[in-house]
């Protein structure tokens, strides 16, 4: 009966093997909800400075089709040229606090694709930078002569 009891008392408690493997493992499992949080932050944040990225290409693309290129008028009006769209530096339209702005630059190539029938190939690059690192957005779009 001793006996009994004596094994029934050891197997009480919790070694302290026991317990920092399990000390151990909360804490892993706990870093690793920590470190997804912050990676899926860093994403978001990512995401949300990339589409106002491709907002800005967008809205430049938007301005060259909105220049005038008549053919048929006389004299002739061309718009629609590459000097007549410089690289722009603007604010990227993101919700910031205090100043933590985050500039793109926009760049806009126009290539002629063929002369009969006219028709041009106009494409808006937008660089902006996250974490250091340089990243690019690009729009394309053609373009004919308003008729």
Do not use: H
Request: proline share 5%.
């Amino acid at each position: 009966m001793r006996a009994l009891r004596l094994a029934r008392t050891s197997c009480l408690g919790m070694s302290l093997t026991e317990v920092v493997v399990s000390i151990a493992l909360g804490t892993l499992m706990f870093g690793g909800v920590v470190l997804s949080y912050i990676q899926s932050a860093n994403r978001a944040e990512w995401s949300a400075l990339s589409f106002a990225a491709q907002s800005l290409a967008w809205q430049r693309i938007e301005q060259t089709r909105a220049a005038k290129w008549d053919t048929q008028s006389w004299p002739p009006v061309d718009q629609v040229v590459e000097s007549n769209f410089p690289p722009v530096v603007e604010l990227v339209d993101v919700p910031f606090r205090g100043t933590n702005y985050l500039f793109a630059t926009t760049y806009l190539t126009i290539n002629t694709i063929s002369t009969n029938p006219p028709l041009r190939l106009i494409v808006a690059d937008v660089v902006w930078s996250f974490k250091g690192r340089l990243y690019t957005n690009s729009a394309l779009t053609y373009r004919a002569p308003d008729k």
